[in-house]
């Protein structure tokens, strides 16, 4: 199985944090290893506390389901086939801003990220992502 570094997992962070910067929103940003373990993290001055632990489990939640944590939010709807999925693995989160990184085709974490609206929170996630392309 790849695993993302630490050096890929920083550049991920730090692209995250710019884009954060750029929208001047603060947010709580993580990056999990492709076993789903806590890889780096930044939490932004002034950004919510409760977002800590959900941008943990945005990143989880991407990893686990290897799809965007708001494509489980919308399986998991009520009649939905993934309806109350949140509740497994300890906890997910089912909307925007986790998102799985890939290196060469290979999934190898994902980026989790919480602090604002969850179109602000998916692209912050999103230039995450970019800067391993």
């Known amino acids: 199985m790849s695993d993302i570094t630490l050096e890929q997992a920083q550049s991920v962070?730090?692209?995250a944090?710019?884009?954060a910067v750029e929208q001047g929103t603060a947010m709580n940003i993580a990056v999990v290893d492709a076993g789903g373990n806590l890889?780096?993290?930044?939490?932004m001055d002034g950004a919510w506390l409760g977002s800590i632990d959900i941008a943990q489990k945005k990143a989880r939640t991407a990893r686990f389901f290897d799809m965007e944590s708001g494509s489980i939010g919308e399986l998991?709807?009520?009649g939905g086939s993934l309806y109350n999925i949140e509740v497994s693995n300890g906890g997910l989160i089912s909307f925007p801003g986790g998102i799985p990184l890939t290196v060469g085709g290979d999934i190898v974490g994902?980026?989790?990220v919480s602090g604002s609206t969850v179109e602000d929170d998916r692209a912050v996630a999103a230039a995450g992502v970019?800067?391993?392309s």
């Open 130 to 132: 970019a800067a391993l």
């Open 13 to 15: 962070v730090e692209a």
């Open 76 to 78: 998991s709807q009520p």
């Open 110 to 112: 994902a980026i989790g």
């Open 17 to 19: 944090h710019k884009a």
């Open 39 to 43: 890889k780096a993290f930044v939490r």
